[in-house]
């Protein structure tokens, strides 16, 4: 039977080509798109690991998470050093990692905070920043830069570098009588960490005019603490993360840090707050999917024409095949082949192209794009699409099978064309 | 011998129809002999050779072909019977086009259990027989849509002699040739026929075929339907 609704099929082979091509073009589309999404989503929640509570001012959760992680909008308020003194103290805080925003390089975002980011940040499954080229910075006007900044730059270790005020990638006001230079060029990460420049906190108090560089000109950078104890670096922060000795600790502490007295706090748990934003990202994710396996459905929609269109022509080999004992079910069955033959060979060639594209075009994806997607075997979800394509294209060749048995009985052996 | 066609009191009217097309009181075919079915252009015919093909079905008690009450068998049972037993030529376009001449030969016993069983070695058996019709072997690995009217009649009449079924019904297989074509294409029908003791049932409206039979049936004699309805 298979064997003769292939053979029927080469016969017909340019609308074949087409219908299979049509099939292979929309499973190729459904399938990028989930792998986008699932890939989007564990780098969405591999952006920040170990972090129990991220602290601002008064604000939103999601806006203090996009800002703080994201880099993503900026911070109307900010928190006082004060305040952060407070936090540093709080019993059970392990470490904490001080973060001051607001300028950029060229529109990538500029962190300004202090080595213990390299220490204590964490990504992934846990996974600590490497340096690929040079060293953290260590002197005020030294910048360590994220792996994308590096390459979009062209920026090389000991380049100087100009920070702009502000997110803009046209600044208004450079901070240019206050040049920086790379120290170091992080590995990447897949994070919004490779999107950002990192400076000293004294280097950003020096280029705002808060932290007094005279009175410390003669000292040795190995006592920069014990100054910052005395006079601090910069005077407000735009968020602070904190690691402590006990998970558990954060729900509790999270509440305290809210109703501190002395300045309206923020915080947040890290997991639920992302956990909150993807469900808001996922609609539209699932909007792109929607979309997706419509343009399977109008594939699948185009082969059920293509073989009802074909019905009309093949009236004369269904009356060679009833006067040979077909059983209207035998017809009925060969359409079904054909259907599912155009489909199992479609969605083959889609997946046969998506790995094809993702071998040949993974890299160039990755370094124009950032994303990071992966010629890996096709997941549970995957098999679930295409187990639904196979099912959808089985329910409708129901429709020309139903038609070629109603002709079958009552055609019979002659036709009148 | 034994009948390979039997009819009693048949009467089929179409769906929907007004009247009766057929009304044939009786009719036997013996098994082995070789029959032609004379009548004018809708006269119901290729109605009746449907009926005995089992493609449509007759009344209950009114029609046995090789023994079996066609009234009786489901659609399936008949299906089989056709497929094992009946071998059913065409007017024209029996073929499948985008298979050669070998291949729609032995499609004959891919719906047919029983013929196949009767064919040791499919190939050589839709070789021989196409050689026995007259074929070039070289025309044999030919797609059918390459082949000439004539040699693809030949090879629809090498496709139903497929592994010797008890019944050939040919519906008009001339029509679309040549006398000189005609009378050969007969005559090799009736030899292959001969060598396996085949019926065959051969519908005409041609006058000239008669004498060629041993026995010719004409239509309006035994169908006893009013004639004036028929298209009614
Ligand atoms: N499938 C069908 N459904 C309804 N009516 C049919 C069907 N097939 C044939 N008829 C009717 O039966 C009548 C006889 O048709 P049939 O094909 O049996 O004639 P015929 O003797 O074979 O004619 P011809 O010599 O032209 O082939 C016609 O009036 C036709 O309209
Ligand atoms: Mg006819």
């Known amino acids: 039977m298979l064997k003769l609704a292939w053979a029927s099929l080469r016969n017909r082979r340019a609308s074949a080509i087409l219908t299979i091509l049509a099939i292979a073009i929309s499973t190729l589309l459904l399938l990028g798109v989930e792998r986008v999404r699932e890939q989007t989503q564990a780098n969405f929640a591999n952006t920040i690991a170990g972090t129990d509570l991220i602290v601002g001012a008064r604000t939103g959760s999601t806006q203090l998470l996009l800002s703080s992680v994201f880099h993503i909008g900026s911070l109307n308020n900010t928190l006082s050093w004060d305040s952060y003194q407070y936090l540093t103290k709080l019993p059970g805080v392990k470490w904490h990692i001080p973060m001051a925003l607001g300028d950029s390089v060229a529109g990538y975002p500029v962190v300004a905070t202090t080595s213990d980011f390299f220490s204590y940040f964490r990504y992934g499954d846990g996974l600590s920043l490497e340096l690929a080229k040079g060293t953290v910075f260590s002197e005020m006007n030294q910048a360590t830069l994220g792996a994308e900044v590096a390459a979009r730059l062209g920026l090389q270790q000991g380049d100087p570098l100009t920070l702009a005020h502000g997110s803009g990638g046209i600044s208004f006001s450079d901070h240019d009588q206050h040049p920086f230079v790379v120290s170091g060029i992080l590995n990447r990460t897949g994070t919004p960490v490779d999107q950002a420049v990192y400076i000293h906190l004294e280097g950003l108090g020096l280029l705002h005019g808060e932290f007094d560089s005279e009175h410390s000109a003669d000292h040795d950078h190995d006592d920069h603490h014990d100054h910052a104890s005395h006079a601090p670096p910069v005077y407000t922060l735009s968020a602070v993360l904190i690691g402590l000795e006990a998970r558990p600790l954060a729900l509790r502490m999270q509440r305290q840090i809210n109703t501190y007295k002395n300045e309206p706090l923020t915080a947040i748990m890290p997991g639920m707050a992302l956990t909150e934003l993807w469900r808001t990202l996922a609609l539209f994710e699932q909007a792109l999917l929607a979309i997706a396996a419509l343009v399977v459905a109008t594939g699948l929609l185009g082969m059920l024409t293509t073989l009802l269109a074909s019905l009309r022509e093949r009236r004369r080999e269904m009356a060679v095949l009833r006067a040979l004992g077909a059983g209207p079910f035998s017809i009925f069955s060969l359409l079904v082949s054909e259907a599912m033959l155009l489909t199992v060979i479609g969605v083959s060639t889609g997946v046969l192209l998506l790995f094809l594209g993702l071998m040949l075009g993974g890299d160039l994806l990755l370094t124009h794009t950032g994303m990071l997607l992966r010629a890996s075997p096709l997941t549970s979800n995957e098999w679930v699409l295409l187990a639904a394509i196979l099912a959808a294209a089985l329910i409708l060749s129901l429709i020309p099978a139903w038609r070629a048995f109603r002709n079958a009985l009552a055609d019979g052996l002659t036709i009148k064309l | ?232």
């Open chain 2, 1 to 232: 011998m034994g009948t390979c066609i039997a009819v009693k009191h048949l009467e089929f009217r179409w769906p929907g129809a007004p009247s009766p097309l057929l009304t044939i009181p009786s009719l036997t075919i013996a098994r082995g002999e070789r029959v032609l079915l004379r009548g004018a252009s809708g006269s119901g015919k290729s109605t009746l050779l449907s009926l005995i093909a089992g493609v449509h079905q007759a009344p209950a008690g009114q029609l046995e072909v090789l023994g079996h009450d066609l009234g009786r068998l489901s659609q399936h049972r008949r299906d089989q019977l056709r497929a094992n037993e009946i071998g059913y030529i065409f007017q024209q376009f029996n073929l499948l086009p985008f298979l050669n001449a070998e291949e729609n030969v032995t499609l004959a016993s891919q719906f047919a259990p029983a013929r196949r069983k009767r064919v040791q070695n499919p190939e050589q058996h839709a070789q021989s027989l196409l050689k026995q019709l007259g074929l070039a072997a070289a025309d044999t690995q030919r797609l059918a849509s390459q082949l000439s009217v004539g040699q693809q009649q030949r090879v629809a009449a090498a496709r139903a002699l497929f592994g010797a079924p008890s019944l050939i019904i040919a519906d008009e297989p001339t029509s679309a040739l040549d006398a000189e074509h005609r009378d050969e294409f007969i005559q090799v029908l009736f030899k292959a026929c001969a060598a396996n003791q085949t019926t065959l049932l051969f519908v005409t409206h041609d006058q000239g075929l008669a004498p060629m039979f041993e026995r010719t049936i004409e239509l309006s004699d035994i169908n006893h339907a009013r004639k004036d309805d028929g298209d009614a």
